[in-house]
């Protein structure tokens, strides 16, 4: 027979374990999730329309059309494409409809409605969608972190034309849409500084970006605000965008930073629902 010390001991010893226990089962679940989601692949039959988008509805209901997996990577874990590196070739070319959305337990005003074409701003969404992608892909992956060149978006001392944003036209993108960069026209159309960043730096220069600038809030600009040459922009995508940054009265400035690398390591394709 034990001791009641002993007894007294064994009894302490459990009752400091058992909420280890419980927290350790609990932990997975205590992630955000999505509690209604499908994966479809993109219609490509004759005759069907595609095109490549993203809106997020009250609520916080999620639709992605015409992603690849690594497109999907790059919108929850908020990097660029060119971070991206490993996983089959159908992870670059196979195209995937998203629908999904969280329980509805969750007020719908905790959302951030705020999204573009390729991204959502909201961090619990993001969040729910890497769990998604991790779950229905049976994603495996790590990440590496160098030290190398990234740029630096700030002030260049000229005037800066930039217009808080009216959100005119925020009707035919859906409530919150923004981010918009156009470089056939020279413009921004409702975009904050730090989407502009990563903007440049996802598209552009293929480096990390960072948003030094100072300016909250999100801005309008066109190419007619200002008075400047009427010589039309040139041809060159990346000409288009150094311009434009310049004419904003900012600039992009070298500097030496952390560079983020997300290398997939295992990914197949999710089962139809």
């Given amino acids: 027979m034990l001791s009641f010390k002993k007894s007294c001991a064994r009894l302490l010893l459990a009752l400091l374990l058992t909420p280890l226990a419980a927290s350790a089962q609990t932990g997975p679940s205590a992630e955000p999730a999505f509690e209604v989601a499908t994966i479809k692949p993109e219609d490509m039959s004759p005759g069907a329309s595609h095109h490549i988008g993203t809106n997020v509805y009250p609520g916080?209901?999620?639709l992605f059309t015409g992603f690849s997996l690594k497109g999907l990577i790059c919108a929850a874990f908020r990097i660029g494409y060119w971070q991206v590196s490993g996983g089959d070739d159908w992870?670059?070319?196979?195209?995937?409809?998203?629908?999904?959305?969280?329980?509805?337990?969750i007020p719908p005003t905790e959302f951030?409605?705020?999204?573009?074409?390729?991204?959502i701003e909201d961090e619990r969404l993001r969040q729910m969608l890497q769990v998604?992608?991790?779950?229905?892909?049976?994603?495996?992956?790590?990440?590496?972190?160098t030290t190398g060149l990234v740029y630096l978006l700030e002030k260049s001392g000229k005037p800066i034309p930039l217009v808080p944003t009216t959100?005119?036209?925020a009707k035919n993108y859906g409530e919150g849409y923004g981010g918009e960069v156009g470089l056939a026209k020279l413009g921004l159309y409702n975009t904050s500084m730090s989407q502009?960043?990563?903007?440049?730096?996802?598209?552009?220069?293929?480096?990390?970006?960072?948003?030094?600038?100072?300016?909250d809030g999100s801005f309008d600009f066109s190419w007619k605000m200002i008075?400047?040459?009427?010589?039309?922009?040139?041809?060159?995508?990346?000409?288009n965008f150094q311009l434009l940054i310049q004419v904003m009265g900012l600039k992009l400035t070298k500097s030496t930073?952390?560079?983020?690398?997300?290398?997939?390591?295992?990914?197949?394709?999710?089962?139809?629902?």
């Fill in 60 to 62: 916080g209901r999620i």
């Fill in 91 to 105: 992870t670059n070319k196979a195209m995937f409809d998203i629908e999904a959305k969280p329980v509805e337990t």
């Fill in 112 to 119: 951030n409605l705020r999204h573009s074409n390729y991204g």
């Fill in 132 to 145: 998604l992608l991790i779950d229905r892909f049976q994603l495996k992956f790590h990440r590496e972190t």
């Fill in 167 to 169: 959100e005119k036209y």
């Fill in 196 to 215: 502009l960043a990563r903007f440049a730096g996802d598209n552009i220069l293929h480096r990390p970006v960072l948003d030094r600038t100072g300016l």
């Fill in 227 to 239: 008075s400047v040459s009427d010589d039309p922009p040139s041809t060159n995508f990346e000409d």
């Fill in 257 to 273: 930073g952390p560079v983020e690398n997300f290398v997939i390591d295992y990914a197949e394709p999710p089962s139809p629902n």
